[in-house]
T-cell receptor, first 116, second 111 residues
Framework: GAVVSQHPSWVICKSGTSVKIECRSLDFQATTMFWYRQFPKQSLMLMATSNEGSKATYEQGVEKDKFLINHASLTLSTLTVTSAHPEDSSFYIC????????????FGAGTRLSVL | SQQGEEDPQALSIQEGENATMNCSYKTSINNLQWYRQNSGRGLVHLILIRSNEREKHSGRLRVTLDTSKKSSSLLITASRAADTASYFCATNEAGGFKTIFGAGTRLFVKA
């Protein structure tokens, strides 16, 4: 199957700093990538849909100025958590759809963010 | 809100037994998918079943889909300790492009 790489896998930062998470499709071009947030023992909550070359589409309740998404190329989308606070601590997961593969999503391994 | 609801929320079985997880959804769909997540990791796609299909097999996995009841089930036969994980159903709404995940079932297989 297609491979999606997410980096970093774990980040600890101080309150007020910004953190960037990268999501790369390694062996296919992804026009659409998705960013999810997952709380412990809960399901994935879609935050935004990242479209190559255009602005991301954010889900209701997700602050676009807080969670900046950039999809500058067909293989890379980034999520920047700006001015992070302890309540932003969570597990963030990206996924990408491979063209011609239906709606199957290929997931990165996730990034655990801990804000002190 | 999440499209899918799954039951049970948690399931504990002995190695060798079968595990059945159920998923219900609310709207018309193009397809339904099942994913697996090991603790602290990303999700891995297991199987996709289209709205015009009723049953699909992949190795020890068997998925059924009943569009009249808006429900699906995932059966894992002859379970192994390595099957311990969370399992999520996900639906792609008809006419839409987003994939919505259910709450998940946490499966624990005891060796």
């Amino acid at each position: 199957g297609a491979v999606v790489s997410q980096h970093p896998s774990w980040v600890i930062c101080k309150s007020g700093t910004s953190v960037k998470i990268e999501c790369r499709s390694l062996d296919f071009q992804a026009t659409t990538m998705f960013w999810y947030r997952q709380f412990p023992k809960q399901s994935l909550m879609l935050m935004a849909t990242s479209n190559e070359g255009s602005k991301a589409t954010y889900e209701q309740g997700v602050e676009k100025d807080k969670f900046l998404i950039n999809h500058a190329s067909l293989t890379l989308s980034t999520l920047t958590v700006t001015s992070a606070h302890p309540e932003d601590s969570s597990f963030y997961i990206c996924s990408a759809q491979s063209p011609g593969d239906g709606n199957i999503q290929y997931f990165g391994a996730g990034t655990r963010l801990s804000v002190l | 809100s999440q499209q899918g609801e799954e039951d049970p929320q948690a399931l504990s079985i002995q190695e060798g037994e079968n595990a059945t997880m159920n998923c219900s959804y609310k709207t018309s769909i193009n397809n339904l998918q099942w994913y697996r997540q090991n603790s602290g990791r990303g999700l891995v796609h297991l199987i996709l079943i289209r709205s015009n299909e009723r049953e699909k097999h992949s190795g020890r996995l068997r998925v059924t889909l009943d569009t009249s009841k808006k429900s699906s089930s995932l059966l894992i036969t002859a379970s192994r300790a390595a099957d311990t994980a969370s399992y999520f159903c996900a639906t792609n709404e008809a006419g839409g492009f987003k994939t919505i995940f259910g709450a998940g079932t946490r499966l624990f297989v005891k060796a």
